[in-house]
């Protein structure tokens, strides 16, 4: 009797972990980088926003005749309260089943270009989404922004990365791989 | 006797949910916005669900306003990255990227709490967010210290 109900509320604070989580999911899907000498591209940067969202692989490089320009637009979406009301008239909403929730997407464009040749563009986009209940929601908005801006550019990272060769010809440092 | 519980109950809901609307000048968007900051309108839509919580909502560590159905307020910020949010039971919060010259436009609304309903931050598109601000009415920083300070 007692083992059963151990095993029915552990079971209950396992739904709760799993309804309250947030998850992230990016695209495009990308191989990992092959282990060898990290790659850095030189450019002038057109860029703004806080450094901490910029992918690391380019490096800021007035006098390079590379212009990368990145930029990324955020979608945001959630339940509306009378719908989360509705939700909340159900039993199940004590024991932590969400009542809504939210989307964050963050879509990101990368533009690497030299005068005189054809540029190449890298995207990137993830989304991040989060179920919320009466006793909580997880992380906020200003987290779930977070989170989608590093997850982008840790995905355009890896895709730069991926594209040493075709970026260090396009910039004509081919010679220095 | 059923009547007269009737006519009290229409009449404290009347009072509570009536006197958490907003009341100032009706909404007149910025023309003359300066040339080195944004400014950002936080408003509340004219709902009457969850009309009875109202909440401060900051700017960083700045007070805007207190936040009440119908309401709205403006915020001029410099360029970058601002953190608008607000607390009940519990915080809700949204960052966004403020341009120099240029609007933005952050919806508050609550979602479900255990006893109080939870601010709930959104960034909404131009026309999504001018349908609702028409409606609004201006709320001042003096108005929101003077609530606090009670």
Redesign the interface.
Known sequence: MRNALIQKGSLFFLLFLVVACTRVTVKPDVAPPQRGTPFTLPAVVAYEGNPAYFPEVVVQASGSGVLVTYEYKLFYEGTKLNREILAGLMPTTLLGLPTGGDDVLAVAMLTVSRQGAPGRTYSAEALVTRRRSIFGGGVDKTEMRRLALIAVKENLETQLTNDAQALLKLTGEEDHL | MRREVLIGAGMFAGVVLGGCAASGPAFERVTDIPQDKGVIYVYRPN?I??SAVRYDVFANDELVCNLVRGGYCLHYAK???V?F?GKTE??????I?VKAGQEHYVKG??????LL??P?????EPKDAMGDLTECKLQSVQAAKTEEGR
């Open positions: 709902s669900i969850g360029p970058g990255e953190e949010w519990a915080k809700g919060s949204i960052t990227d609304s609550l979602s479900m709490g255990i309903g939870r709930n931050l959104t960034l909404v």
